[in-house]
């Protein structure tokens, strides 16, 4: 079955230190993978995605993830954090088919501090 | 490009009456749109999935006759909650699937908050 994994539920960091958010998945073939913003009460905004090729995507917002297949993971990273980065973050992954339906892991929240 | 828009933004309504919700792709068309129900704090739980001109899927444990879609055009796809309940104030976030040469893509729509007094 297909499933995402963000172990991480809430994280704080201070402004300027740098960010990893963990997202590990399920999937029996190859997926497309993404990675979402959400302000509050607001829709998802995509901050990248994963589809072939290079295993480090650089996105939005001066976001990277990079694409491990032994270890099934597709962490975020940004190596300086601004408080406007605060928001929930969630990691989605899905067929490669028009149509496809993505399943979505749970959210990280990140909170950063001054 | 690819903007998803929802109406209304947010709706506050009486126990027992419906609520319809549109999802517009306004400068693409998508066969294809997604409904999201999202619960405070948690994540986006698929409900169904709208295809233009056919009838929609619905995931498993959704009723559809609580949850009507309809998607009569290709930039269109609506969202009634028949005979609301408080059980059912939530956010619901529609996508519309874009598909290109390069790759497809869904764009989230920004959401509606429902509240059923």
């Known amino acids: 079955a297909q499933s995402v994994t963000q172990p991480d539920i809430h994280i704080t960091v201070s402004e300027g230190a740098s960010l990893e958010l963990r997202c590990n998945y399920s999937?029996?073939?190859?997926?497309?993978l993404f990675w979402y913003v959400q302000s509050p009460g607001q829709g998802l905004q995509l901050l990248l995605k994963?589809?072939?090729?290079?295993?480090l995507v650089q996105g939005i917002k001066g976001f990277e993830a990079e694409f491990k297949r032994s270890q099934s993971s597709f962490n975020l990273r940004k190596p300086s954090v601004h408080w406007s980065d605060a928001a929930e973050y969630f990691c989605?992954?899905?067929?490669?088919?028009?149509?496809?339906?993505?399943?979505f892991g749970a959210g990280t929240i990140l909170r950063v501090k001054s | 490009g690819a903007v998803v828009s929802q109406h209304p933004s947010w709706v506050i309504c009486k126990s027992g009456t419906s609520v319809k919700i549109e999802c517009r792709s306004l400068?693409?068309?998508?066969?294809?749109m997604f409904w999201y129900r999202q619960f405070p704090k948690q994540s986006l739980m698929l409900m169904a999935t709208?295809?233009?001109?056919?009838?929609?899927?619905?995931e498993q444990g959704v009723e559809k006759d609580k949850f009507l879609i309809n998607h009569a055009s290709l930039t269109l796809s609506t969202l009634t909650v028949t005979s609301a309940h408080p059980e059912d104030s939530s956010f619901y976030i529609c996508?519309?699937?874009?598909?290109?040469?390069?790759?497809?893509?869904?764009?989230f729509g920004p959401g509606t908050r429902l509240t059923v007094l």
């Open positions: 996508s519309a699937f874009r598909q290109s040469m390069a790759y497809n893509e869904q764009f």
């Open positions: 999937y029996g073939a190859t997926p497309y």
């Open positions: 994963y589809f072939s090729g290079d295993t």
């Open positions: 989605a992954v899905g067929p490669m088919e028009y149509g496809n339906k993505l399943v």
């Open positions: 400068d693409f068309q998508a066969t294809t």
């Open positions: 709208s295809n233009e001109g056919s009838k929609a899927t619905y």
